[in-house]
């Protein structure tokens, strides 16, 4: 072959898959921009909200919260004390952050993140297993509630919608302005019983709703633990707390526990928990042949007695990517078995 002919076919092909490499670099730094465009404007604004809800819950539970705050707000309110307002706000925050990130944050297709917040919509709804209309809302309710705090405020592009949280002040203002047009809503049956409730009682055992809240308290903490495993950061300092389960709320729960967390990741490696190895030894076979399955896995090791696994991968892979990947794949293989 000429060599002029030669050189110029050579180039040519060098050419061609220089593009395509480039074109794929490209793809990638697109989607990994997207991705922290919807953590940051989703996701983030989730797990802030679910963890004050969650702390909220833990302390009006477990602490002494409803004894100080019935001595800090002794007379009675027409609608709702000051502290029982905030509740109400924090519950209205979460249910606004769910619903936005289950239409438009990077988790809209997890699994493990769509079972949860499931869960506790269910929570929120069921009459069968927890009595009273305290802390009960529909999903009409929550929609509503949701929209009332979390409200747009623009659009980042054509696709991607900007939302903002009114502030707690604000939220008490609309409260007591009857021309406000969600007034109906802050009116409702479910709203006035949840206010109601938490004014009456002066500790926990008192409290209407208690076993509900205490299963919600737990399915957060849940969804928070595995948020921050696949956003790679934590909002709490420390171990968080549960919520001792009781009466209803004790046989509500077992199912709900986390399928797996991330306990540990440095580049080219990460270390799950994953509760089930301890008591299911037929799990850790079908888990070790899941997770052969998943692309650029090097090793796997899993211990029963710690109910964990370690995998090793190849370390060019972005780890909060590939721990996603993983939670996705473990999810819907426990969801399988």
């Known amino acids: 072959m000429n060599p002029t002919l030669l050189f110029s076919v050579v180039s040519a092909l060098a050419a061609s898959v220089w593009s ?41 539970l477990e602490e ?9 707000y002794p007379e009675k309110y027409e609608f709702g004390s ?17 619903q936005r990130n289950y239409r438009y944050g990077p988790y809209t297709n997890d699994p493990r993140v769509i079972e949860l917040v499931r869960m506790i919509g269910e929570t929120f709804e069921n009459r069968s297993k927890f009595s009273g209309d305290a ?13 009332a705090v979390v409200r747009r405020a623009g659009d980042l592009t054509s696709l991607i919608p900007t939302f903002e949280s009114i502030t707690l002040f604000q939220f008490q203002e609309e409260l007591s302005d009857k021309s406000s047009k969600h007034t109906p809503l802050y009116q409702s049956r479910p709203v006035r019983s949840t206010l109601a409730a ?4 002066d500790r926990p055992k008192a ?21 921050e495993g696949m956003e790679g950061f934590r909002v709490s300092i420390g171990a968080r707390r549960r919520a001792r389960l009781g009466g209803s709320s004790a046989q509500v729960l077992p199912a709900a526990s986390t399928v797996a ?47 964990s696994v370690v995998i090793n991968f190849s370390p060019e892979i972005p780890e909060i990517e590939f721990a996603r990947k993983l939670g996705k794949t473990i999810a819907e293989g426990f969801s399988a078995a």
């Open 20 to 60: 395509v490499w480039t074109w794929r670099e490209e793809q990638q730094k697109e989607r990994q921009l997207k991705r922290y465009q919807e953590s940051a404007l989703f996701a983030n604004s989730l797990i802030l909200a679910a963890e004050e809800l969650q702390m909220r819950l833990y302390s009006m």
């Open 64 to 72: 002494n919260e409803l004894a100080f705050y019935k001595k800090e």
């Open 82 to 98: 000051p502290y029982a307002i905030e509740i109400l706000y924090r519950l209205s925050q979460y249910f606004g952050w769910a």
């Open 135 to 147: 802390f009960r809302f529909t999903i009409d309710e929550r929609v509503s509630l949701g929209g």
């Open 198 to 201: 938490i004014d009456r009682a």
């Open 207 to 227: 409290l209407e709703g208690l076993d509900r809240l205490a299963v919600l308290q737990n399915l957060l903490v849940d969804l928070l633990t595995y948020l």
């Open 261 to 307: 967390t991330v306990l540990h990741q440095t580049p080219g490696r990460i270390r799950m928990g994953i509760p089930r190895l301890r008591w299911d030894e037929a799990y850790a076979n079908r888990l070790q042949s899941l997770l052969e399955s998943v692309d650029n896995v090097r090793s796997i090791r899993i211990s029963a007695s710690a109910a």
